[in-house]
């Protein structure tokens, strides 16, 4: 019945009415198309289920249904023969489309739901959509602009997702937040900056001019006098992205113009802290943060640790590394044999310290401690033994602080060192007495004797600065008169040793100063570094 209908009301349509003629709510009816290609109006039909075109349904009233007439499409297009008068056939016949196994089913005309794709005629003209059409002449319409149509629910489904994502962030301790907002800048910019030898960039050679510098050359013939504290600073090396961790002057003599920093930036530079304060060479070998570095006694390689387990030994000279390993643990302690240069110690987040020999690239000797981690070693004087300090601060671990190791047979001397619930970040020995000092989360120096039973002196004790958690640096004069330590609040202390009392306090960094070291040759200059990245020269 509905195809009689269908077929009476478009044969009177269009036997009575002329082309173009208009409709009584002002929509003109389009009978036209019958006598033109479906390329030359497209605003008027939609696309039906079979990925043909239809007009679309027009109704002139919606309390007349008598006003409301089928689009001139083919509802007899599946069956050819269905068709009453060939005058309403397209003008050229279109190809078949081939349907999958499962077509979907088809819309129904009588509803008012358009079919998926459909852009009605005012909307197509106001975003200019754009007809495409296939070279088998079924036109394809793509937009210029593509709108969020499209799987809404799914969009907005994985947008609310991501939201979630974001919103939950995990909690990051204060002091590593600046590690965090170098990360992310680091990574940002890892595209156009390579990441060491993973990266496939080799260190240049080392530019350092043959002759001595005029600074230094005057004391190489002479003894080494009186330290004297300096007062102004010389040079503010600025550089490094990141957390300056350590500083350390060349041991050769004819060499100390040259200055190693280490940085939480993935790099260490070499600078000229003397003559010009410019940075000499920068070195990115490492994929993570920097955490220790040396000079090699001979003052030509740079053995440097980092996060990332790896340990490389560079040439300054070549710009080569004499050796590449990797370790099991990030690196925060390296320490040259005293005697046996070929041969180094180093510690980390283990419990586990290792000897390594360059030559062989292997691990000679292990040394277990079962404690957390390892935060500095030293080696006493003949080099038969060395001192570690581990973060081991619970009730029951206070002689677990400090331990005294025998380096061939990988035994422990001694435990029962220091017995104060407090870890020692640093460890430094003095030049010309048989004692050592620790530096200690209490808040001050504790000073130690060098040979066995290591006692603690309960009378002698360095306070005034602040530690608070960070790996603060102290270190001894090269004439063992003065002690110089960094402070959390960012002053550096200078101490007389034998009364114990405060010398004088330099006031240069905003952030901890973490490091600090007197000058091997030059009586009065020495070098700060702090967490807020930069590096200054005291004369």
């Not at 301790?173 to 156009?192: F, I, Y």
């Not at 030293?378 to 206070?398: C, H, I, K, M, P």
């Not at 808040?443 to 603690?456: C, G, H």
């Amino acid at each position: 019945m509905a195809s009689l209908v269908a077929y009476e009301d478009s044969d009177s349509e269009a036997e009575t009415e002329p082309a173009g003629s208009f409709h009584p709510v002002g929509q003109m009816e389009d009978t036209s198309a019958m006598l033109r290609p479906p390329e030359q109006d497209f605003g008027s039909r939609v696309l039906d289920a079979t990925g043909g075109w239809a007009p679309s349904l027009v109704c002139g009233s919606h309390d007349d249904p008598t006003t409301c007439r089928l689009p001139l499409a083919r509802l007899w297009s599946q069956d050819p023969g269905s068709c009453p008068s060939q005058r309403l056939r397209w003008p050229r016949p279109e190809p078949e489309a081939t349907l999958p196994a499962s077509p979907p089913a088809r819309p129904s005309l009588w509803t008012s739901q358009a079919p998926a794709g459909h852009v009605p005629l005012a909307a197509a003209r106001s975003k200019q959509v754009r007809v495409c059409w296939e070279p088998s002449g079924s036109p394809k319409p793509s937009l210029d602009a593509r709108t969020g149509s499209e799987g809404p629910g799914k969009g907005s489904s994985s947008l609310q997702r991501k939201r979630r994502e974001d919103c939950v962030v995990p909690y990051i301790p204060k002091r590593l937040r600046p590690l965090q907002a170098l990360s992310t800048e680091t990574d940002s910019g890892k595209d156009t900056e390579a990441r060491g030898p993973l990266a496939g960039r080799v260190p240049a050679p080392l530019c350092v001019a043959p002759e001595v510098s005029e600074f230094i050359q005057p004391y190489l013939d002479s003894q080494y006098k009186e330290t004297k504290i300096p007062k102004t600073v010389l040079f503010h090396l600025r550089g490094h992205r990141g957390p300056v961790n350590s500083v350390q002057w060349c041991p050769v003599s004819a060499r100390s113009h040259m200055l190693l920093s280490t940085s939480m930036d993935k790099t260490f530079k070499v600078w000229n802290a003397v003559d010009s304060g410019s940075c000499l060479q920068t070195y990115s070998l490492h994929s993570e943060a920097v955490r220790a570095a040396r000079w090699s006694p001979c003052g030509r390689r740079i053995l440097s640790g980092g996060f990332d387990f790896a340990l490389h030994l560079t040439d300054l000279e070549t710009g080569t590394q004499l050796f590449s390993s990797r370790s099991d643990f990030r690196i925060t302690a390296l320490r040259f044999h005293p005697r046996d240069h070929s041969v180094f110690v180093c510690g980390g987040f283990s419990s586990e310290m290792k000897a390594w020999d360059i030559r062989t690239s292997k691990v000679v000797r292990s040394y277990k401690a079962t404690i957390q981690q390892t935060l500095d070693i030293l080696f006493l004087r003949e080099g038969s033994e060395f001192l570690s300090s581990t973060d081991a601060s619970s009730r029951d671990s206070a002689d677990r602080t400090i331990i005294a190791w025998d380096f061939q047979s990988s035994a422990k001397i001694s435990n029962q060192i220091f017995h104060e619930r407090y870890t020692c970040p640093s460890l430094t020995l003095h030049p010309r007495e048989p004692v050592f000092l620790a530096q200690t989360n209490g808040n001050y120096l504790a000073l130690f004797s060098a040979v066995w039973p290591y006692r603690m002196s309960r009378r002698r004790r360095y306070e005034g600065h602040k530690v608070e958690g960070y790996s603060v640096g102290c270190e001894c004069s090269p004439d063992g008169d003065l002690l110089l330590t960094g402070s959390a609040d960012g002053r550096t202390l200078v101490y007389s040793f034998r009364t114990a009392s405060r010398a004088r306090t330099l006031h240069g960094h905003t952030q901890a100063c973490v490091g600090a070291t007197f000058h091997p040759v030059l009586p009065s200059m020495l070098a700060t570094c702090s967490w807020e990245g930069d590096v200054k020269i005291w004369h």
